[in-house]
């Protein structure tokens, strides 16, 4: 089944093609991306009216391209997934009216799929990926969440971040120092000069029992400890870099306490991570001694399958298709808020006319 994904969630417009008679490391027949990051750092962050607007002038172009460079038409096509939530619902509107508008010309289904879950399988797009169960880690911008895997659509949610996730709490500590935004990467290249024994930041809620995040304190004192700095005169570049490891190493270190936790706490030896802040070097190594001390082994998507991508919702939308389920059609999802663990197994639904 030759699938079609569409990704627009956010800030980055991604279109892939997935056939499942090739799956293996080799389903993925063709993807690319249009990030919008130049045009929104200059707010500092993501608009969603503009986000909206480029999504609609990218978005048909991106799907020529990705069929061009798999050498098909659209007539080849034996369905369309499409990202329903969560996200922006502006955004989310322009892939879902884009894939049913596609689908009823080509008298084909079209899928909502759950964006998390998109990332939660991606490591699936790799030529040695994980089999289930499993426990996820899914740390991006937009949530922190630990969840038992043990199949497609049975999930099982572990903990999750009470306030801000890890990687908005990147995204505000960067802008605290002066830095470009996305600020996850940025941190981590600043911090890469920064002293690890000049600070010492809080880990919060790992003095306690269970799997749930919190990381706004630790913004807090971020920006406490800057500003005693600032305080005592002119910050200097090493300031910036030491308080930029101190936090980095804050949050890597919170983030594979949990992971350690909720391993033994369910027995099993295969961690997935993915979602953006998935990409720092730090963390995986920290997640790789932490696996390999418990015999147990860490999954990666490869480095551009770790934000936002296309070929995630062209997997997910492959494999629930394949199993029967599609959108009544006409009947778009849109879903701004949508919690993970409300996600089932593929459950048919067949189109009615």
Same mark, same amino acid.
Not at 298 to 311: I, L, S
């Given at each position: 089944?030759?699938?079609?994904?569409?990704?627009?969630?956010?800030?980055?417009?991604?279109?892939?093609?997935?056939?499942?008679?090739?799956?293996?490391?080799?389903?993925?027949?063709?993807?690319?991306?249009?990030?919008?990051?130049?045009?929104?750092?200059?707010?500092?962050?993501?608009?969603?009216?503009?986000?909206?607007?480029?999504?609609?002038?990218?978005?048909?172009?991106?799907?020529?391209?990705? /069929? #061009?460079?798999? *050498?098909?038409?659209?007539?080849?096509?034996?369905?369309?997934?499409? @990202?329903?939530? +969560? &996200? $922006?619902?502006?955004?989310?509107?322009?892939?879902?009216?884009?894939?049913?508008?596609?689908?009823?010309?080509?008298?084909?289904?079209?899928?909502?799929?759950?964006?998390?879950?998109?990332?939660?399988?991606?490591?699936?797009?790799?030529?040695?990926?994980?089999?289930?169960?499993?426990?996820?880690?899914?740390?991006?911008?937009?949530?922190?969440?630990?969840?038992?895997?043990?199949?497609?659509?049975?999930?099982?949610?572990?903990?999750?971040?009470?306030?801000?996730?890890?990687?908005?709490?990147?995204?505000?500590?960067?802008?605290?120092?002066?830095?470009?935004?996305?600020?996850?990467?940025?941190?981590?290249? /600043? #911090?890469?000069? *920064?002293?690890?024994?000049?600070?010492?930041?809080?880990?919060?809620? @790992?003095?306690? +029992? &269970? $799997?749930?995040?919190?990381?706004?304190?630790?913004?807090?004192?971020?920006?406490?400890?800057?500003?005693?700095?600032?305080?005592?005169?002119?910050?200097?570049?090493?300031?910036?870099?030491?308080?930029?490891?101190?936090?980095?190493?804050?949050?890597?270190?919170?983030?594979?306490?949990?992971?350690?936790?909720?391993?033994?706490?369910?027995?099993?030896?295969?961690?997935?991570?993915?979602?953006?802040?998935?990409?720092?070097?730090?963390?995986?190594?920290?997640?790789?001694?932490?696996?390999?001390?418990?015999?147990?082994?860490?999954?990666?998507?490869?480095?551009?399958?770790?934000?936002?991508?296309?070929?995630?919702? #062209?997997?997910? *939308?492959?494999?629930?298709?394949?199993?029967?389920?599609?959108?009544? @059609?006409?009947?778009?999802?849109?879903?701004?808020?949508?919690?993970?663990?409300?996600?089932?197994?593929?459950?048919?639904?067949?189109?009615?006319?």
């Amino acid at each position: 089944m030759r699938v079609l994904g569409i990704e627009t969630s956010c800030d980055e417009t991604g279109v892939a093609l997935y056939d499942t008679a090739l799956d293996g490391g080799n389903g993925l027949l063709a993807d690319a991306l249009y990030s919008q990051i130049a045009m929104h750092a200059e707010y500092g962050g993501v608009v969603p009216e503009l986000a909206s607007r480029d999504h609609t002038r990218k978005l048909l172009p991106l799907v020529e391209q990705v /069929l #061009a460079d798999a *050498g098909m038409t659209r007539h080849e096509l034996d369905g369309i997934a499409y @990202t329903a939530g +969560p &996200g $922006l619902v502006g955004a989310l509107m322009v892939g879902a009216a884009t894939a049913h508008g596609m689908a009823r010309a080509l008298d084909i289904p079209a899928l909502g799929v759950h964006h998390m879950e998109g990332h939660l399988l991606a490591p699936m797009l790799e030529s040695d990926p994980p089999a289930f169960p499993f426990v996820a880690l899914l740390v991006s911008g937009g949530h922190t969440q630990l969840v038992e895997v043990q199949g497609l659509g049975l999930y099982r949610l572990l903990g999750e971040s009470v306030d801000d996730a890890a990687g908005e709490a990147f995204d505000k500590t960067a802008k605290m120092l002066g830095l470009a935004y996305p600020g996850g990467p940025e941190v981590a290249r /600043l #911090a890469e000069q *920064g002293d690890p024994q000049r600070f010492r930041f809080p880990r919060p809620m @790992t003095d306690r +029992p &269970g $799997l749930d995040f919190s990381f706004s304190g630790l913004k807090t004192h971020t920006l406490t400890a800057l500003r005693k700095l600032e305080a005592t005169g002119e910050l200097s570049e090493q300031d910036r870099a030491d308080i930029a490891r101190a936090f980095e190493d804050a949050v890597v270190d919170t983030l594979a306490i949990k992971c350690r936790r909720a391993l033994d706490e369910t027995g099993l030896k295969r961690l997935v991570v993915a979602g953006g802040v998935s990409a720092n070097v730090r963390l995986r190594a920290r997640l790789d001694a932490a696996c390999q001390k418990r015999r147990a082994r860490a999954y990666y998507p490869r480095g551009r399958f770790c934000t936002d991508n296309g070929a995630m919702i #062209a997997y997910v *939308g492959a494999k629930r298709l394949a199993a029967g389920e599609r959108d009544v @059609t006409g009947q778009m999802h849109a879903t701004p808020r949508w919690p993970l663990d409300q996600l089932g197994a593929p459950v048919p639904r067949q189109p009615q006319d």
